[in-house]
Protein backbone atom coordinates (compact mmCIF):
# COMPACT_ATOMS: atom_id res chain seq x y z
CA UNK A 1 0.00 0.00 0.00
CA UNK A 2 1.64 3.27 -1.17
CA UNK A 3 -0.32 6.82 0.20
CA UNK A 4 2.40 10.06 -0.68
CA UNK A 5 4.73 7.36 -1.37
CA UNK A 6 4.63 5.94 1.87
CA UNK A 7 5.27 1.68 1.89
CA UNK A 8 3.35 -0.43 4.29
CA UNK A 9 7.07 -1.27 5.98
CA UNK A 10 7.50 2.14 7.38
CA UNK A 11 3.80 2.86 8.47
CA UNK A 12 5.06 2.50 12.35
CA UNK A 13 7.45 5.19 11.93
CA UNK A 14 5.60 7.86 9.40
CA UNK A 15 2.91 7.51 12.57
CA UNK A 16 4.94 8.13 15.35
CA UNK A 17 6.50 10.93 13.34
CA UNK A 18 3.34 11.89 12.30
CA UNK A 19 1.84 11.86 15.99
CA UNK A 20 5.23 13.93 17.32
CA UNK A 21 4.45 16.62 14.88
CA UNK A 22 0.56 16.55 15.68
CA UNK A 23 0.97 16.70 19.28
CA UNK A 24 2.85 19.64 19.12
CA UNK A 25 0.96 21.57 16.73
CA UNK A 26 -2.77 20.67 18.44
CA UNK A 27 -1.48 19.78 21.83
CA UNK A 28 -4.84 17.87 23.19
CA UNK A 29 -4.12 15.98 26.35
CA UNK A 30 -5.33 12.98 24.37
CA UNK A 31 -3.17 13.69 21.58
CA UNK A 32 -0.61 13.80 23.80
CA UNK A 33 -1.57 10.75 25.82
CA UNK A 34 -1.78 8.94 22.24
CA UNK A 35 1.79 9.90 21.00
CA UNK A 36 3.40 9.12 24.31
CA UNK A 37 1.70 5.62 24.17
CA UNK A 38 2.72 5.47 20.45
CA UNK A 39 6.22 6.10 20.90
CA UNK A 40 6.65 3.69 23.96
CA UNK A 41 5.72 0.80 21.77
CA UNK A 42 7.70 1.96 19.18
CA UNK A 43 10.31 2.10 21.48
CA UNK A 44 9.21 -1.39 23.14
CA UNK A 45 9.18 -3.40 19.71
CA UNK A 46 12.12 -2.37 18.64
CA UNK A 47 14.49 -2.17 22.05
CA UNK A 48 16.38 -5.00 20.52
CA UNK A 49 18.47 -2.80 18.34
CA UNK A 50 20.27 -1.13 21.41
CA UNK A 51 22.12 -4.06 21.62
CA UNK A 52 23.97 -2.56 18.19
CA UNK A 53 27.52 -1.06 18.41
CA UNK A 54 27.89 1.08 16.25
CA UNK A 55 30.73 3.72 17.74
CA UNK A 56 30.01 7.30 17.29
CA UNK A 57 26.01 6.94 17.57
CA UNK A 58 26.26 4.90 20.47
CA UNK A 59 28.80 7.10 22.32
CA UNK A 60 26.41 10.35 21.05
CA UNK A 61 23.32 8.50 22.48
CA UNK A 62 24.73 7.46 26.24
CA UNK A 63 26.14 10.44 26.63
CA UNK A 64 23.10 12.16 26.05
CA UNK A 65 21.26 10.29 28.46
CA UNK A 66 24.08 10.17 30.91
CA UNK A 67 24.01 13.91 30.87
CA UNK A 68 20.06 14.27 31.04
CA UNK A 69 19.72 11.56 33.82
CA UNK A 70 22.46 13.53 35.72
CA UNK A 71 19.82 16.66 35.71
CA UNK A 72 17.30 14.78 36.76
CA UNK A 73 17.55 14.73 40.41
CA UNK A 74 17.65 18.64 41.30
CA UNK A 75 15.55 19.71 37.95
CA UNK A 76 12.60 17.44 39.84
CA UNK A 77 13.55 19.07 43.47
CA UNK A 78 12.81 22.26 40.85
CA UNK A 79 9.27 20.97 39.00
CA UNK A 80 7.22 17.92 39.54
CA UNK A 81 6.78 18.60 35.78
CA UNK A 82 10.40 17.65 34.98
CA UNK A 83 9.75 14.12 34.65
CA UNK A 84 7.50 14.21 31.69
CA UNK A 85 10.00 16.77 29.86
CA UNK A 86 12.55 13.74 30.89
CA UNK A 87 9.68 11.20 29.17
CA UNK A 88 9.17 13.42 25.94
CA UNK A 89 13.39 13.51 25.77
CA UNK A 90 14.28 9.81 26.74
CA UNK A 91 11.49 8.54 24.26
CA UNK A 92 12.04 10.78 21.54
CA UNK A 93 16.19 10.21 21.87
CA UNK A 94 15.20 6.30 22.00
CA UNK A 95 12.91 6.61 19.22
CA UNK A 96 15.31 8.48 16.82
CA UNK A 97 18.42 6.29 17.69
CA UNK A 98 16.23 2.61 16.64
CA UNK A 99 14.63 4.47 13.11
CA UNK A 100 18.31 4.85 12.47
CA UNK A 101 19.01 1.98 10.55
CA UNK A 102 16.79 2.35 7.49
CA UNK A 103 17.52 5.92 6.46
CA UNK A 104 15.17 5.69 3.24
CA UNK A 105 11.78 4.84 5.58
CA UNK A 106 13.29 7.75 7.87
CA UNK A 107 13.33 9.81 4.52
CA UNK A 108 9.73 8.36 3.21
CA UNK A 109 8.24 9.06 6.47
CA UNK A 110 9.46 12.56 7.05
CA UNK A 111 8.62 13.75 3.22
CA UNK A 112 4.81 12.15 4.09
CA UNK A 113 4.51 13.99 7.27
CA UNK A 114 5.83 17.06 5.45
CA UNK A 115 3.40 16.95 2.81
CA UNK A 116 0.97 16.11 4.80
CA UNK A 117 1.03 19.14 6.81
CA UNK A 118 1.58 21.44 4.05
CA UNK A 119 -1.41 19.82 1.82
CA UNK A 120 -3.32 20.31 5.09
CA UNK A 121 -2.52 24.24 5.59
CA UNK A 122 -2.34 25.02 1.96
CA UNK A 123 -6.07 23.61 1.93
CA UNK A 124 -7.11 25.72 4.65
CA UNK A 125 -5.97 28.67 3.68
CA UNK A 126 -7.82 28.71 0.66
CA UNK A 127 -10.75 27.64 2.35
CA UNK A 128 -10.37 30.55 4.66
CA UNK A 129 -8.66 33.24 2.41
CA UNK A 130 -5.96 35.20 2.84
CA UNK A 131 -7.69 37.94 4.37
CA UNK A 132 -6.04 38.54 8.47
CA UNK A 133 -3.85 35.96 9.86
CA UNK A 134 -5.68 32.68 8.72
CA UNK A 135 -3.01 30.72 10.43
CA UNK A 136 -3.63 31.98 13.63
CA UNK A 137 -7.03 30.64 13.34
CA UNK A 138 -6.13 27.37 12.01
CA UNK A 139 -5.89 25.44 15.62
CA UNK A 140 -7.29 26.79 18.61
CA UNK A 141 -4.67 27.67 20.95
CA UNK A 142 -1.91 27.56 18.66
CA UNK A 143 -0.58 30.75 17.05
CA UNK A 144 0.59 30.96 13.58
CA UNK A 145 3.99 30.73 15.22
CA UNK A 146 3.92 27.22 15.73
CA UNK A 147 2.43 25.45 12.40
CA UNK A 148 5.58 28.04 10.94
CA UNK A 149 8.13 26.36 13.41
CA UNK A 150 6.56 22.70 13.18
CA UNK A 151 7.39 23.56 8.95
CA UNK A 152 10.88 24.61 9.59
CA UNK A 153 11.72 21.50 11.29
CA UNK A 154 10.10 18.87 9.05
CA UNK A 155 11.77 20.93 5.79
CA UNK A 156 15.11 20.61 7.48
CA UNK A 157 14.62 17.40 8.38
CA UNK A 158 13.34 16.35 5.15
CA UNK A 159 15.85 18.47 2.81
CA UNK A 160 18.97 16.41 4.87
CA UNK A 161 17.43 13.02 4.58
CA UNK A 162 16.46 13.84 0.80
CA UNK A 163 19.90 14.56 -0.01
CA UNK A 164 20.85 11.95 2.01
CA UNK A 165 19.40 9.44 -0.19
CA UNK A 166 18.75 10.93 -3.09
CA UNK A 167 21.81 13.20 -3.40
CA UNK A 168 19.48 15.56 -5.13
CA UNK A 169 17.78 19.03 -3.63
CA UNK A 170 14.07 19.22 -3.76
CA UNK A 171 14.00 23.01 -4.01
CA UNK A 172 9.68 22.51 -4.85
CA UNK A 173 8.74 21.81 -1.06
CA UNK A 174 10.81 24.37 0.39
CA UNK A 175 9.26 27.19 -1.45
CA UNK A 176 5.80 26.00 -0.18
CA UNK A 177 7.54 25.72 3.48
CA UNK A 178 8.29 29.71 2.73
CA UNK A 179 5.12 30.66 0.70
CA UNK A 180 3.23 29.50 4.01
CA UNK A 181 5.68 31.21 6.64
CA UNK A 182 4.66 34.37 4.52
CA UNK A 183 1.16 34.11 5.31
CA UNK A 184 2.25 33.22 8.74
CA UNK A 185 3.59 36.97 9.35
CA UNK A 186 6.05 35.77 11.19
CA UNK A 187 9.87 37.04 11.72
CA UNK A 188 11.59 33.89 12.67
CA UNK A 189 9.86 31.30 10.52
CA UNK A 190 9.95 33.76 7.82
CA UNK A 191 13.82 34.32 7.70
CA UNK A 192 14.31 30.38 8.42
CA UNK A 193 12.56 29.46 5.49
CA UNK A 194 14.18 32.03 3.19
CA UNK A 195 17.27 30.92 4.52
CA UNK A 196 16.30 27.02 3.94
CA UNK A 197 15.35 27.80 0.31
CA UNK A 198 18.82 30.14 0.03
CA UNK A 199 20.78 27.09 0.67
CA UNK A 200 19.20 24.74 -1.27
CA UNK A 201 19.13 26.59 -4.49
CA UNK A 202 22.45 27.70 -3.82
CA UNK A 203 23.99 24.32 -3.30
CA UNK A 204 21.50 23.16 -6.21
CA UNK A 205 23.31 25.73 -8.65
CA UNK A 206 26.79 25.48 -7.30
CA UNK A 207 26.37 21.28 -8.12
CA UNK A 208 25.42 21.95 -11.05
CA UNK A 209 28.03 23.61 -13.12
CA UNK A 210 26.22 23.24 -16.57
CA UNK A 211 23.52 25.82 -15.23
CA UNK A 212 25.35 28.15 -13.23
CA UNK A 213 25.97 30.60 -15.68
CA UNK A 214 22.32 30.39 -16.76
CA UNK A 215 20.67 30.15 -13.54
CA UNK A 216 22.85 33.53 -12.58
CA UNK A 217 21.71 35.38 -15.63
CA UNK A 218 18.34 34.50 -15.83
CA UNK A 219 18.62 35.60 -12.27
CA UNK A 220 20.08 39.01 -13.35
CA UNK A 221 17.71 39.59 -15.95
CA UNK A 222 15.11 39.02 -13.96
CA UNK A 223 15.93 41.41 -11.27
CA UNK A 224 16.67 44.17 -13.83
CA UNK A 225 13.13 43.57 -15.93
CA UNK A 226 11.50 43.81 -12.37
CA UNK A 227 12.94 47.14 -12.08
CA UNK A 228 11.35 49.45 -9.46
CA UNK A 229 7.99 48.79 -9.46
CA UNK A 230 8.23 45.25 -8.30
CA UNK A 231 10.50 46.67 -5.75
CA UNK A 232 8.63 49.31 -4.42
CA UNK A 233 5.39 46.05 -4.00
CA UNK A 234 7.59 43.70 -2.12
CA UNK A 235 8.34 46.51 0.55
CA UNK A 236 4.57 47.14 0.88
CA UNK A 237 3.86 43.54 0.86
CA UNK A 238 6.66 43.06 3.58
CA UNK A 239 5.86 45.96 5.67
CA UNK A 240 1.86 45.13 5.61
CA UNK A 241 1.82 41.31 5.82
CA UNK A 242 4.84 40.82 8.22
CA UNK A 243 6.54 41.58 11.14
CA UNK A 244 9.78 41.93 9.12
CA UNK A 245 8.74 45.30 8.70
CA UNK A 246 8.66 46.40 12.38
CA UNK A 247 12.66 45.00 12.02
CA UNK A 248 14.19 42.70 14.07
CA UNK A 249 14.17 44.15 17.49
CA UNK A 250 12.00 42.32 19.79
CA UNK A 251 10.71 43.98 22.88
CA UNK A 252 9.11 41.28 24.62
CA UNK A 253 11.60 38.47 23.96
CA UNK A 254 14.37 40.69 25.44
CA UNK A 255 12.10 41.55 28.64
CA UNK A 256 12.03 37.92 28.88
CA UNK A 257 15.32 37.49 28.87
CA UNK A 258 17.00 40.12 30.30
CA UNK A 259 14.20 38.77 33.46
CA UNK A 260 15.75 35.23 33.05
CA UNK A 261 19.44 36.54 33.38
CA UNK A 262 18.84 38.64 35.93
CA UNK A 263 18.04 36.22 38.34
CA UNK A 264 20.73 33.66 37.34
CA UNK A 265 23.39 32.83 40.07
CA UNK A 266 26.13 30.50 39.94
CA UNK A 267 23.85 28.06 41.40
CA UNK A 268 20.86 28.80 39.12
CA UNK A 269 23.37 29.02 36.33
CA UNK A 270 23.98 24.81 36.71
CA UNK A 271 20.66 23.89 38.07
CA UNK A 272 18.59 26.02 35.83
CA UNK A 273 16.54 29.72 36.85
CA UNK A 274 12.83 29.64 38.24
CA UNK A 275 10.14 31.56 36.35
CA UNK A 276 8.61 33.41 39.38
CA UNK A 277 8.51 36.74 39.66
CA UNK A 278 9.88 36.96 36.06
CA UNK A 279 7.46 38.57 32.69
CA UNK A 280 8.17 35.05 31.71
CA UNK A 281 5.66 33.90 34.37
CA UNK A 282 3.65 36.96 34.82
CA UNK A 283 2.83 38.02 31.47
CA UNK A 284 3.66 35.11 29.16
CA UNK A 285 1.79 32.46 30.65
CA UNK A 286 5.43 31.13 31.50
CA UNK A 287 6.78 30.62 27.51
CA UNK A 288 10.18 31.83 27.51
CA UNK A 289 9.84 31.95 23.73
CA UNK A 290 13.09 30.27 23.05
CA UNK A 291 14.01 26.58 23.26
CA UNK A 292 17.13 27.38 24.76
CA UNK A 293 15.96 29.19 27.68
CA UNK A 294 13.29 26.55 28.40
CA UNK A 295 16.06 24.19 28.24
CA UNK A 296 17.92 25.39 30.91
CA UNK A 297 15.07 26.35 33.20
CA UNK A 298 14.19 22.52 32.98
CA UNK A 299 17.51 20.49 33.13
CA UNK A 300 20.29 23.32 33.93
CA UNK A 301 23.39 23.48 32.06
CA UNK A 302 24.09 19.87 30.88
CA UNK A 303 21.25 19.91 28.65
CA UNK A 304 22.67 23.43 27.21
CA UNK A 305 25.82 21.05 26.73
CA UNK A 306 23.97 18.59 25.03
CA UNK A 307 22.61 20.59 22.01
CA UNK A 308 25.92 21.86 22.02
CA UNK A 309 27.44 18.25 21.60
CA UNK A 310 24.96 17.73 18.72
CA UNK A 311 26.80 20.27 16.80
CA UNK A 312 30.00 19.36 17.42
CA UNK A 313 29.06 15.69 16.39
CA UNK A 314 27.65 17.01 12.75
CA UNK A 315 30.80 18.92 12.49
CA UNK A 316 32.46 15.66 12.71
CA UNK A 317 30.14 14.13 10.28
CA UNK A 318 32.29 10.53 8.31
CA UNK A 319 31.56 12.73 4.77
CA UNK A 320 33.00 15.26 2.50
CA UNK A 321 33.41 19.01 3.34
CA UNK A 322 30.24 20.09 0.90
CA UNK A 323 28.08 17.57 2.70
CA UNK A 324 29.00 18.55 6.56
CA UNK A 325 28.25 21.81 5.35
CA UNK A 326 25.20 21.43 4.46
CA UNK A 327 23.71 20.12 6.71
CA UNK A 328 25.53 22.39 9.25
CA UNK A 329 23.98 25.06 7.69
CA UNK A 330 20.41 23.51 7.64
CA UNK A 331 21.07 22.53 11.33
CA UNK A 332 21.93 26.38 12.19
CA UNK A 333 18.76 27.21 10.26
CA UNK A 334 16.73 25.12 12.74
CA UNK A 335 18.36 26.06 15.74
CA UNK A 336 18.23 30.02 14.74
CA UNK A 337 14.38 29.23 14.77
CA UNK A 338 14.41 27.38 18.11
CA UNK A 339 16.35 30.57 19.63
CA UNK A 340 12.78 32.45 19.44
CA UNK A 341 10.17 29.86 19.73
CA UNK A 342 10.42 26.76 21.93
CA UNK A 343 9.82 24.14 19.54
CA UNK A 344 12.77 22.40 20.65
CA UNK A 345 14.83 20.67 23.96
CA UNK A 346 12.63 18.52 24.76
CA UNK A 347 9.41 18.48 22.72
CA UNK A 348 7.85 15.86 20.76
CA UNK A 349 9.94 17.65 17.66
CA UNK A 350 13.26 16.60 18.97
CA UNK A 351 12.68 13.06 17.29
CA UNK A 352 12.85 15.00 13.91
CA UNK A 353 16.35 17.11 15.22
CA UNK A 354 17.96 13.51 16.73
CA UNK A 355 16.69 10.77 13.81
CA UNK A 356 18.79 12.78 10.71
CA UNK A 357 21.57 12.96 13.40
CA UNK A 358 21.58 9.22 14.14
CA UNK A 359 20.69 8.36 10.19
CA UNK A 360 23.71 10.31 9.36
CA UNK A 361 25.70 8.58 11.93
CA UNK A 362 24.52 5.10 11.46
CA UNK A 363 27.50 2.59 9.35
CA UNK A 364 25.78 -0.72 8.05
CA UNK A 365 27.68 -3.31 9.08
CA UNK A 366 30.04 -5.86 7.52
CA UNK A 367 30.50 -3.25 3.93
CA UNK A 368 26.33 -3.40 3.27
CA UNK A 369 25.49 -1.09 0.65
CA UNK A 370 22.71 1.08 0.08
CA UNK A 371 20.22 -1.67 0.45
CA UNK A 372 21.17 -1.82 4.05
CA UNK A 373 19.32 1.64 4.41
CA UNK A 374 16.17 0.51 2.35
CA UNK A 375 12.42 -1.11 3.48
Known amino acids: MIFLGLRKENISIALVLLLSA ?35 ADVFLWMMLTLVTFSLPYALLNSISSAFHYFVFVM ?88 ICIIGYGRGSLIASFLIVFVNVACFVFSSKRIFFVTILAFVLGVLAAGERLNERVMVFVNSKTKIGSGLHDSSRLEMHKDYFA ?9 GVNYDGTSIENKYNGNPHSSYIRAHHIFGILFIFCILLSLVVLAGLNATLPVRLYVLSLSTIVLFRAATEPVLFPTALDIFYYGFIFALLYKPKGGEGKEARVC
Open 92 to 179: TLLASYLMRESLFCLYQSVRFVLYFFQLGIVLFVFYHGFEGFPLDNMIPGSSSNVITSLLIVLQAAFSILNYSVNRRFDIFPALITML
Open 22 to 56: ASFAIRSEMLIALWGGGIVLYVMFNFHKLTMSEGR
Open 263 to 271: KMDVITAFV
